[in-house]
């Protein structure tokens, strides 16, 4: 396709887009057509327990191509963008060109833009952020927050609000602030050729309701069945979309119907905090019409 006529063989690619919108199969497409080592750039892919529902590339594509990052962190490991920078950083210097493929933002502004170095949460704090959140809920810790840390976070993502809550709780200092000291970035955007893949609202929920039935077909709930003893809903490595509805299906809480339903709604509802955040961080990255790849 033109695209690839486009793509310097020579240069790291970047892929980026929402859930189900094809960017795997077109990270495979330019390994094929010119080579090179497909990255994950997925906070959930890092995780060994959910291949299925995490949509983690197959073990045929692994076998074809190279990976790297996948599967690699146990499900009780602690592991964050930070850990995720250090390990992709000597890939960028390899023999092998990265094509770096995933729908978290956040790996990509730290690769790109740069990641502030942040003193790790100790463990007292963090216990106290999620008894605080489960007890008084997100807008207390909004409230919290620095005027300037508060403009800036996600107020509909938890994860990143309990984190700026907790920076700011053990270090006396906003998470803005922390930001508007990040050191200059690994991978600036004109060393390399980003692609942000777009798609449709329509499009999207379609392919999203036929790639839950595929992995239910594939193995899902036998998948969420054998997370069951460890399951607990605040860990990162059980935040995978699906997993709270298969298991409360395997808990007789819910039908099957009823889950599958649940997770397809939660899924586009991820898909759209997806594509709002990157039509507002990536607006200088080459869009690519997901349609355009499923042909």
């Not at 700026?164 to 000291?181: H, N, S």
Request: glycine letters at 6%; aromatic letters at 6%.
């Amino acid at each position: 396709m033109s695209l690839l006529a486009d793509i310097d063989p020579h240069r790291p690619v970047l892929i980026a887009g929402p859930t189900a919108s094809g960017k795997s199969a077109l990270a495979m497409m330019i390994a094929r057509a010119q080579g090179g080592v497909v990255v994950n750039a997925d906070a959930l892919q890092v995780y060994e327990n959910w291949r299925i529902l995490s949509a983690r590339p197959s073990v045929e594509d692994e076998a074809a191509q190279p990976h790297r990052l996948f599967g690699h962190i146990g499900p009780l490991a602690e592991y964050s963008v930070g850990h995720w920078l250090r390990e992709v950083t000597p890939l960028l210097h390899s023999p092998h060109r990265p094509i770096i493929v995933g729908g978290t933002g956040l790996y990509f502004t730290a690769l790109t833009e740069g990641l502030a170095d942040i003193p790790a949460t100790p463990p007292g704090i963090r216990s106290e952020a999620d008894h605080l959140l489960k007890t008084a809920g997100l807008t207390v810790m909004l409230d919290a927050l620095d005027p300037a840390t508060a403009d800036r976070i996600d107020r509909l993502n938890p994860m990143r609000v309990q984190r700026a809550w907790e920076v700011q709780r053990a270090t006396g200092r906003g998470l803005a602030a922390w930001q508007d000291d990040t050191p200059p970035p690994v991978l600036p955007l004109d060393a390399c050729t980003p692609l942000l893949v777009e798609a449709g609202r329509e499009w999207l929920s379609e392919r999203i309701a036929h790639r839950f039935d595929a992995m239910l077909a594939a193995g899902a709930l036998d998948e969420a069945r054998s997370n069951l003893p460890l399951w607990d809903p605040a860990r990162p490595s059980m935040k995978a979309i699906g997993a709270p509805e298969l298991i409360a299906h395997l808990n007789g809480e819910i039908t099957l119907k009823t889950a599958r339903e649940a997770a397809t709604i939660a899924t586009r509802q991820y898909a759209k905090r997806q594509r709002t955040w990157f039509r507002a961080r990536m607006k200088k990255w080459r869009t690519v019409a997901a349609e355009t790849l499923s042909g």
